[in-house]
């Protein structure tokens, strides 16, 4: 008789444990620090409201679930771009991964978010008035770059790692940190779950005028199943995932008990002969997204759309991804 497998069950109380405990030790620390870390990469799983976490199977894996890695093929690179609010923030995504042997996968990502020609006319009041002349440009932006790793721990089950260094660039003041996350996939048939544990070591952003702000761990839970249509050549991906968090969010999340609060996102794929792909969801903050994917030969062209109030503007994402062989 095979013995029960006992690492999700761990994984999973490990995380429900820090999620608990990160409310009493996060006190000190303002909440909300790690916000920008979360506006979603790649156009794919954007466009499904990001409720992306069991299903994610390519070099975006890195951001979504690093166990899923395990199910990039060859040496994949993508490049993700977007503008938001306006076009006021820039917003871009490069990662690559490839196997590294038949049961792992190596990742590496950097992700950043800027800010540019900020104008500055703190030194440009002459008589009282703004001299247009000595008005400073700037820029701003947030700059993270992640390396993963992923095994395969048997048949139906993947595990990833990986580390965040954080570099944050305000004109007058920057900030470093760490931080850590870790996931799990588990397959079964054409159903799929998804475990992340993000910040899991709670990560603190530590700024050159001696502020701390801190990450507190979150867990994301998701579900992905997959039926086909053989005479149409489709294949149907409905995904749902729910994001735990223990910072206090009683009016800005969806749920919440106490201090637990948690929100909701789902999400759809149809794709046809593996060629096209339409893709819909519903995000964390109820906004629509949608988008399409058109896979040639060794490369794949996807946008996705994100709807915003109208003072805002609507964002938009184009990604790029390539193919190639393996290089281990």
């Known amino acids: 008789m095979k013995e029960p497998d006992f690492m999700p069950k761990k994984m999973i109380f490990l995380a429900l444990l820090l999620l608990f ?67 006021s923030i820039q917003n871009s995504f490069l990662s690559a991964s490839t196997p590294l042997t038949e049961n792992s996968a190596i990742a590496a990502s950097l992700y950043y978010l800027t800010v540019n020609d900020i104008k500055d006319s703190r030194n440009a009041l002459v008589n009282n008035r703004v ?11 947030d700059y993270i770059f992640t390396l993963a790793y992923a095994e395969k721990y048997n048949q139906d089950l993947d595990w990833g790692v990986n580390v965040k260094f ?3 660039d305000f004109e007058l003041e920057s900030a470093t940190g760490i931080g850590f996350d870790a996931g799990l996939k588990y397959t079964m048939n054409n159903l799929r779950f998804g475990l992340v544990l993000r910040d899991f070591t709670s990560t603190l952003i530590a700024w050159s005028t001696n502020e701390k702000q801190f990450i507190t761990p979150s ?103 390539i193919f190639f062989n393996n290089i281990f």
């Not at 909300?32 to 799983?45: N, P, Q, V």
């Not at 001299?131 to 932006?141: E, H, R």
């Not at 223990?246 to 106490?258: M, T």
């Not at 637990?260 to 339409?278: F, P, R, V």
């Open 21 to 87: 405990c990160s409310n009493s030790w996060a006190s000190s620390f303002k909440k909300y620090a790690g916000e920008f870390l979360y506006l979603g990469a790649g156009s794919r799983g954007t466009a499904m409201g990001g409720a992306f976490s069991a299903l994610a199977n390519d070099v975006s894996a890195i951001y979504w679930n690093p166990a899923g890695l395990m199910e990039a093929n060859g040496l994949q690179l993508q490049f993700m771009h977007s503008k938001q609010f306006i076009s």
């Open 131 to 141: 001299d247009p002349a000595l008005v400073k440009l700037f820029n701003t932006g």
């Open 166 to 168: 954080i570099y944050r």
């Open 219 to 321: 867990m994301r839970l998701g579900s992905a199943f997959s039926f086909f249509i053989p005479a149409a050549d489709l294949a149907i991906t409905p995904t749902i995932d729910v994001n735990l968090l223990a910072e206090n969010r009683e009016y800005s999340s969806q749920f919440s008990i106490g201090p637990l609060s948690a929100d909701l996102m789902a999400g759809m794929e149809i794709s046809y002969d593996e060629m096209l792909a339409l893709r819909l969801g519903i995000d964390d903050i109820q906004r629509f997204n949608a988008g399409i994917g058109i896979s040639l030969p060794r490369v794949t062209l996807d946008y996705a759309f994100t709807e915003y109030g109208n003072e805002l503007g609507n964002i938009h994402r184009i990604s790029l991804h």
